[in-house]
């Protein structure tokens, strides 16, 4: 059961690059997490949303609740981007699973 | 404010010692969780508490043990740890906002059972 895709896993860019990141849902959510994760470091909430757009520096978050997809851009990407991100839905219900599933993570790095 | 505290960082037990993770935040959250993080995987949850003096299991309970000791607190206990064990623990805590949930992570506890 892979509630939350993730694609791609991997990502390799240069600096500059424009990078976009998707996930794909198949539960019925009340927000949407994109998370943030260092090498060897703890988890950092970049963005949560529900509906629509929204920006934060060079990162921008985008979701479709029609078509269950939100997407992660990074504009002007820098070697400090390298990073897991991480999508989070977050359940209208919790249950055994509590209040969010993750994916897998997409692993970023940005060569200079 | 420092959030959302684990501790240890790092540690590395032999199969068969116990040992407790702690975790703490002071943003007057109820809810508090554990995850583990296991390469090609997502986190998955250990145990959850949705409020002090309560606490339930999720999707990998077994081999943990988990006290929500007041409303900042949450450990979680390994018994007599094994090598499957091994992997990173993060503490979360969150805050139900109108229909939607805020998500606060620790700095992650990175565990070796050899």
């Known amino acids: 059961k892979n509630e939350v895709e993730q694609s791609p896993q991997n990502l390799t860019a240069q600096e500059g690059e424009f990078i976009t990141i998707n996930c794909s849902y198949s539960?019925?959510?009340?927000?949407l997490h994109w998370l943030q994760q260092h090498p060897g470091g703890g988890i950092v909430s970049l963005f949560m949303?529900?509906?629509g757009k929204k920006k934060h520096g060079r990162l921008i978050a985008t979701i479709n609740i029609q078509e269950k997809h939100s997407s992660l851009h990074i504009t002007a990407s820098h070697p400090r981007d390298s990073a897991v991100y991480i999508c989070?839905?977050?359940?209208?219900?919790?249950?055994?699973?509590?209040?969010?599933?993750f994916g897998k993570g997409t692993k970023l790095s940005v060569k200079p | 404010n420092a959030g959302v505290t684990q501790t240890p960082k790092f540690q590395v037990l032999k199969t068969g010692q116990s040992m407790t993770l702690q975790c703490a935040q002071d943003?007057?959250?109820?809810?508090m969780y554990w995850y583990r993080q296991d390469p090609g995987m997502g986190l998955r949850l250990i145990y959850y508490?949705?409020?002090?003096?309560?606490?339930d299991k999720g999707e990998v309970p077994n081999g943990y043990n988990v006290s929500r000791l007041n409303k900042r607190e949450f450990s979680l206990r390994l018994e007599s740890a094994a090598p499957s064990q091994t992997s990173v623990y993060f503490c979360?805590?969150?805050?139900?906002?109108?229909?939607?949930?805020?998500?606060?992570f620790g700095q992650g506890t990175r565990l070796t059972v050899v």
């Open positions: 989070a839905v977050g359940l209208i219900y919790g249950g055994s699973q509590g209040n969010l599933i």
């Open positions: 539960v019925g959510i009340s927000a």
């Open positions: 949303l529900s509906s």
């Open positions: 943003m007057n959250h109820n809810s």
């Open positions: 508490s949705a409020s002090e003096g309560t606490t």
């Open positions: 979360a805590s969150m805050r139900r906002l109108t229909g939607d949930t805020e998500a606060f």
